[in-house]
């Protein structure tokens, strides 16, 4: 069976910060590429960052030079650091693991930017 368990969401003021970490089981982590996503109240989920198998990373423009992804193949586990967090930063936080045509997902962490 074949698990994804986000954590480390939460509220935070503007220009904090909160590490995100996806936790896999159940596939072979390494050959997978690992995609956060998020999705905002009334909108779309949308691609945030993307490491592949080989390690190299992708990010919306939004989150460029704020958001940093990460993996760590020996723990199974993928990270979102995500720092000068702002209030539109606010959304669920889904991880996604995709190798071909297999994808799996999380079941979303609650991220919430506000004073």
């Known amino acids: 069976q074949v698990q994804l368990v986000e954590s480390g969401g939460g509220l935070v003021q503007p220009g904090g910060s909160l590490r995100l970490s996806c936790a896999a089981s159940?596939?072979?982590?390494?050959?997978?590429?690992m995609n956060w996503y998020r999705q905002a109240p009334g909108k779309q989920r949308d691609l945030v960052a993307a490491i592949g198998n080989g390690g190299t990373k992708t990010y919306a423009d939004s989150v460029k030079g704020r958001f940093t992804i990460s993996r760590d193949n020996a723990k199974n586990s993928a990270y979102l650091q995500m720092n000068n967090l702002k209030p539109e930063d606010t959304a669920i936080y889904y991880c996604n693991a995709n190798f071909g045509k297999k994808s799996y997902w999380g079941q979303g962490t609650q991220v919430t930017v506000s004073s």
């Open positions: 159940g596939i072979s982590f390494s050959i997978y590429a």
